[in-house]
């Protein structure tokens, strides 16, 4: 019988990935693992991979089962998540016309990560925003589990 993954744990490492780091979960037994492209890049190279540092060869063996064997299968990546999307998507839902109106300016054009944010906390609604993206990524996060047949389970956030 297939492992049953925590949904908390899954979210959680799909926050983590960047875009030098690829997430992955055994559809079997519900392990998380996130792993660099040096890393992996590491482990289709032999004579880099004599070359690399004790703690890369010791991982060396984890990244090759990862990548070896179908049961493991990359985690929705950064671009699958599209965090800008999310953040227009919030923008939209902001129903007082001088904050959405704000919102809007700042996810357009050069820098909007960064004036999305300074305007988030100006506005004092991070709190809001944090919570609507938490449950945009669920949303990803259980879609991609069920297309997979991965069961899991929902718990309670930490703080």
Same mark, same amino acid.
């Given at each position: ?5 925590s949904?908390r ?10 875009d ?11 392990e998380?693992?996130?792993?660099t492209?040096?890393?992996?890049a590491?482990?289709?190279?032999? @004579? ?9 060869? @010791? ?7 990862v990548?070896? $064997?179908?049961?493991?299968?990359p985690?929705? $990546? ?6 800008? $999307? ?6 939209? $839902?902001?129903?007082?016309?001088a904050v ?10 050069g ?8 305007a988030?906390?100006k ?19 259980i879609?991609?589990l069920?297309?997979h047949e ?6 309670p956030?930490?703080k």
């Open positions: 019988m297939a492992a049953i993954v949904l744990d899954v979210i959680d490492e799909m926050e983590m990935m960047s030098e780091a690829t997430g992955y979960i055994n559809r079997k037994t519900g998380l693992i996130t792993l492209h040096e890393e992996l590491l482990a289709e190279d032999p @004579d880099e991979a004599a070359d690399a540092a004790e703690w890369q060869k @010791d991982l060396l063996p984890k990244v090759r089962e990548t070896a $064997s179908e049961d493991f299968i985690l929705p $990546s950064k671009s699958d998540i599209h965090e800008w $999307s999310i953040m227009e998507r919030f923008a939209r $839902s902001i129903t007082d016309g959405n109106d704000e919102l809007q300016a700042a996810v357009h054009g820098g909007a990560f960064r004036r999305f944010k300074d988030l906390h506005l004092g609604i991070a709190d809001e925003w944090y919570r609507f993206r938490d449950a945009a990524l669920e949303e990803i996060a879609e991609f069920e297309a991965i069961a899991f389970h929902r718990e956030r930490q």
